[in-house]
């Protein structure tokens, strides 16, 4: 399911399918998770503090980077003032070709949010297409 999302994703942010958010538009974490089914698959900017960082260990990407290894994924939970949630980034088809996320470090997020239909609680997550850091 996880593979599927990510293509998903890819392809829409590398042919503009999915308009993107604008800077202004930026929204609290607890809004995305009151009201999951109004932001499921649309393009959100959320702010705040990334704990819990967790590297993906390399693999091969089906799709992504044409099966060849994807480096530098990792998930970790973003936390603001009201509430936290889960990130997801995708990494790269090179190695070392991003910065991977720090521990506490403040970031500005652009991502697609996805709820996992399958999941009972339907917790949605957000799939990261751009990683700002607002840490200097």
Do not use: W
Not at 49 to 68: E, F, K, M, Q, Y
Not at 103 to 120: S, T, Y
């Amino acid at each position: 399911m996880r593979h599927f999302l990510h293509s998903i994703l890819f392809l829409s942010i590398s042919f503009g399918l999915i308009p993107a958010a604008l800077a202004g538009d930026r929204l609290s974490v607890s809004k995305i998770l009151e009201h999951p089914s109004e932001y499921q698959a649309k393009v959100v900017i959320v702010e705040g503090t990334a704990i819990d960082i967790r590297a993906i260990p390399l693999h091969r990407g089906v799709n992504r980077c044409a099966g060849s290894p994807v480096y530098d994924a990792q998930t970790f939970t973003l936390q603001d003032e009201s509430g936290v949630i889960q990130i997801g980034s995708a990494g790269t088809c090179r190695p070392n070709a991003t910065k991977p996320v720090l521990e506490n470090e403040r970031l500005r997020i652009r991502g697609v949010v996805v709820a996992d239909q399958n999941d009972p609680k339907g917790i949605p997550v957000i799939y990261a297409d751009a990683i700002d850091r607002l840490t200097p």
